[in-house]
């Protein structure tokens, strides 16, 4: 997800695969009673899903609490031992090879930059582009029509992605090719249909002259 600042709000950008993790996270929480609107909160604090008895640690799926910047590095933090991803710092190092929120805003300045434009970039990350800012203003669609060149890049499984991209097309295709079949047999239909009325206007008249000759 890219944020950009416009005047007193901001507006985000994001990717296709990233919507579909928001939007599954959302209907599992309305599952549980929390009610979704535009001004709930992206991230919240967790609530009882089982039967244990821990209710004074958690709070309650109808009653959404704001998770603090720190809860969510907790929650990711915690989210990468679990996975396996970040291990025990081996004898001498004093830190991990990246930082846990921050390494997501370095992942997408990495790739972000290798398609779109560095500036848009910056405005994306809500980075000061110095004196720049006072002569480059694109407006909200000219900078998400640079930010959805780099959609592909952004996205953790691709494949999933090219794959999708892949039966939109074909589906797009097969549309196509039905739409030219029917008019192929719209075509035939009206030659059959423009045949049979000069068939029939022949054969009166080879009765009119029929008539004609008696």
Known sequence: MSTLKRQDEYY??????AFASLKDWMDF??????????????????????NMNYWAKVGLATVPKRLKSSGIKRLLERALWEQGVREPLKEGERRHEWKAAHGFRKF????????????????TMVHSIGI???YYRPA?????????KAVTLLTINRDSLLLHREIEGLTVMN?????LIKAKLQEKDDAL?????????????????????K
């Open 140 to 148: 909200e669609h000219e900078v998400l029509e640079d930010y959805l």
């Open 175 to 179: 549309q196509n090719n039905e739409y």
């Open 108 to 123: 997408y300045k990495t790739h972000a930059e290798q398609i779109m434009k560095p500036i848009n970039v910056e405005i």
């Open 132 to 134: 720049s800012s006072s």
């Open 29 to 50: 929480r309305a599952s549980y009673g929390e009610t979704i609107t535009e001004e709930s909160w992206l991230m919240r604090d967790i609530w009882q899903t089982t």
């Open 193 to 213: 249909v423009t045949l049979s009325d000069q068939v029939m206007k022949l054969m009166a008249e080879v009765q009119e002259l029929k008539k004609q000759k």
């Open 12 to 17: 985000s950008f994001i990717a296709p695969e």
